[in-house]
């Protein structure tokens, strides 16, 4: 992809109209560059109206991601973190994974504009768009092996509430074992998703890619696209959001929340989260990798943050598997 091409979308980023003429002088470039520019956009996905006589526009005005805006934003413990930011990629995560293994630093964070096979959780694709989302990938070295860091993808979602709440969005909920939801209307719509993949040894060193994927601002198109209920911190708080002062927020909390887990484990956010959970006390469906259906009551999480399920045999701890609230059934 052109640097040419986020140049200009730079440009179109205030949601004006600008002529070819003008777009092409600025760069000193002919009209038909700028017209290939414009139609590699529509490629990777960025609707860009065209009208003849007034030139090209975005369908809403964006703010693109800036390393040094949001470095500024994170203040004085900017130094603690590498932060980058991409145009185009296929997955922070996957990149970030293949960074990691070639000595990328501890507490960096990828952010990218555009994600073209940006993946979910359980094999599913997670889909977004230019300006409409906030997506990266945090990296972060544990002395301890993968097999202490169970638990981890909970703390991440504490991480996520604690930074929603420092923006006045208090209504953000956790569905075990981290997606953050917000109720509206009776309904739970998905806000954000974590995807974490670990290297390294089960005993040794290890590390963790937690991707964190977060509706912004999303269009009808897009929500279409999604399959299943899904919301943006927009309509939630009704005011813009500046994505580099979100990310700044989330940088320090992941940061946080990581440092608290390295130092109490899981046990010591354990009530936090529990608070948070969406589902606590409810009666839910747990759908296992095998396609098994559990139906129970959650009761508690363990210390190692698998989820309790109370049925007539009794209270089971699950450390994989889907939740979805069961309707009708006591839960208010
Ligand atoms: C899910 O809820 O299924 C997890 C979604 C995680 C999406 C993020 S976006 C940034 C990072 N890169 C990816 O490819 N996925 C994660």
Not at 13 to 33: C, L, P, T
Request: proline share 2%; glycine share 10%.
């Amino acid at each position: 992809m052109s640097n040419l091409l986020f140049s200009i979308l730079a440009d179109l980023a205030d949601g004006q109209f600008h002529s070819g003429e003008a777009i092409a002088k600025k760069y000193n470039i002919s009209r038909v560059s700028v017209w290939n520019a414009i139609g590699e956009a529509e490629k990777i996905g960025v609707d860009i109206f065209s009208v003849r006589g007034k030139g090209y526009k975005l369908t809403q005005p964006i703010t693109l991601l800036d390393s040094k805006k949001i470095k500024q934003a994170i203040g004085e413990e900017a130094s603690w973190f590498h932060i980058e930011v991409i145009d185009v990629v296929d997955s922070t995560n996957t990149l970030m994974m293949r960074k990691a293994a070639t000595g990328y630093p501890h507490a960096a964070c990828l952010a990218a504009h555009i994600q073209t096979a940006g993946k979910g959780r359980r094999g599913r694709r997670w889909i977004s768009a230019l300006g409409q989302n906030l997506t990266f990938s945090f990296l972060w070295r544990f002395k301890q092996g993968a097999a202490m860091l169970s638990g981890l993808s909970l703390v991440v979602g504490i991480a996520l509430i604690r930074a929603f709440q420092k923006i006045g969005l208090q209504q953000a909920l956790l569905k075990w074992p981290n997606d953050i939801l917000v109720l509206d209307n009776g309904l739970y719509r998905k806000l954000a998703g974590i995807l974490i993949e670990l290297q390294g040894d089960m005993e040794g060193q290890s590390l963790a890619v937690i991707g964190i994927g977060i509706n912004l601002d999303i269009s009808k198109k897009q929500i279409e696209k999604i399959d299943q209920p899904a919301i943006d911190l927009h309509s939630c708080l009704d005011a813009a959001i500046n994505p580099n002062e979100l990310l700044a927020i989330i940088i320090k909390e992941l940061a946080a929340a990581l440092s608290q887990f390295e130092s109490e484990g899981f046990a010591g956010m354990k009530e936090e989260w529990k608070n948070a959970h969406a589902f606590h006390d409810k009666m839910v469906a747990l759908t296992k990798g095998d396609g098994q259906i559990i139906q129970g009551r959650v009761s508690d999480i363990t210390d190692d943050g698998a989820l309790l399920i109370h049925t007539e045999k009794g209270a089971t701890p699950y450390s994989s598997g889907e939740i979805s609230i069961i309707k009708n059934w006591n839960n208010a």
